[in-house]
């Protein structure tokens, strides 16, 4: 018998306020035009007043745990990606613990930018086949709004706010097609963290800081760093590039999305994107768009999904998951 960790339940939890491309636009030297065709983004959702990392991702919480079927207190397990906490600390985590009735699970944040939601997966998934855990609320939740330099085009346009969660549950069994995360590989570079970095921190400032990146060479590394640890994914798994249905990726760049595709012959009509209306939505985008494409019905049981994502540290890393 196998232990694995299944995918039960997806949901999300979006600000209520649209920022257009156009909007922005009106506001500084940028054009609806040139974020298109760039970035493929049209729109962002971005906080207001009362919304914060920890109320986006309560809501995508409560969603996952609705369509699992599951209630909070039944949760015993929560890892949360987050970059932008609503405090230095308790950890998000603990905050929607509280707020679902999980009180007395383990609660943690996870600290891996626009690849925290792949790295949660891998820690949560790790603990529940250890058997640490049954049944855990796995979340990437982000108000990167809050962090961005509104001066500066040439990284303020490229991001929104947002949360999406899962549920996992561990169950035993002895089909090599059972429903399961099948394989996942995680990487770290620090060599590169000035590539996209934020210039403050609890730590060093005492203020939160803005974010910092070459847009450039962070697209560079992305194309190929993907490529690379999707391959290892699918031998670990022990499959071919032709046998997934869906690849959900960190949505950064329309752009990243099409090359990714292509270095894996994958279709394009394969790729779940959400860019277009969330932007980069820094750890919520994978867990967003996963809820998107199993709400709609495109993600069906059975199928064989990819999730991957790059981003600050470097970091980055994928998960293969048969639904
Ligand atoms: O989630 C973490 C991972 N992050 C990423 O994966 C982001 C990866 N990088 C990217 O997505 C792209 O590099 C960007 C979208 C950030 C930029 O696209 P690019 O095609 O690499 O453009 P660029 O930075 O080379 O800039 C091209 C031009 C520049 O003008 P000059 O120097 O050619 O005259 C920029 O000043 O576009 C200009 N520009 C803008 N123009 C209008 C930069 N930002 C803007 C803007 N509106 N918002």
Not at 14 to 24: G, S, W
Not at 143 to 168: N, P, Y
Not at 239 to 246: L, M, V
Request: a negative charge; proline letters at 2%; hydrophobic letters at 45%.
């Amino acid at each position: 018998m196998t232990r694995r960790s299944v995918l039960i339940g997806t949901g999300s939890a979006l600000p209520a306020r649209v920022v257009t491309n156009a909007e922005l636009a009106d506001k500084m030297d940028t054009s609806d035009e040139w974020i298109v065709e760039r970035t493929g983004i049209r729109q962002r959702y971005v906080a207001g007043e009362g919304e914060s990392t920890s109320t986006l991702a309560t809501g995508a919480a409560k969603a996952a745990l609705a369509a699992a079927g599951v209630e909070g207190s039944q949760i015993d397990l929560i890892v949360l990606a987050t970059a932008t906490p609503d405090q230095t600390f308790p950890a998000v985590a603990t905050i929607v613990q509280n707020n679902i009735g999980a009180q007395g699970c383990i609660a943690f944040d996870v600290a891996a930018v626009c690849s925290g939601f792949v790295y949660a997966v891998g820690v949560a998934d790790s603990m529940l086949r250890t058997g640490m855990a049954q049944r855990a609320l796995v979340i990437g939740a982000e108000v990167f709004s809050r962090i961005l330099d509104w001066e500066d085009r040439t990284t303020c346009v490229l991001f929104g706010d947002g949360a999406g969660a899962i549920v996992l549950e561990a169950r035993e069994s002895d089909d090599a097609n059972a429903p399961g995360i099948l394989a996942t590989r995680l990487h770290a570079d620090g060599e590169h963290n000035q590539l996209l970095f934020v210039d403050g921190g609890a730590g060093t400032t005492g203020t939160v800081g803005k974010l910092r990146m070459k847009g450039r060479e962070v697209f560079r590394h992305a194309v190929n760093k993907l490529a690379g640890v999707l391959g290892e994914v699918l031998d670990d798994a022990g499959y071919r590039n032709e046998d997934i249905d869906w690849l959900v990726p960190h949505q950064a760049n329309a752009r990243i999305l099409e090359a990714t595709a292509k270095k894996l012959s994958m279709a394009p009509e394969k790729v779940v994107v959400t860019v277009d209306q969330h932007a980069n939505t820094s750890a919520a985008s994978v867990p967003l768009a996963l809820d998107v494409a199993m709400r709609d019905g495109r993600i069906k049981k059975g199928d064989l999904v990819m999730i991957e994502a790059m981003g600050g540290g470097f970091t980055w890393g994928a998960s293969l998951l048969r639904i």
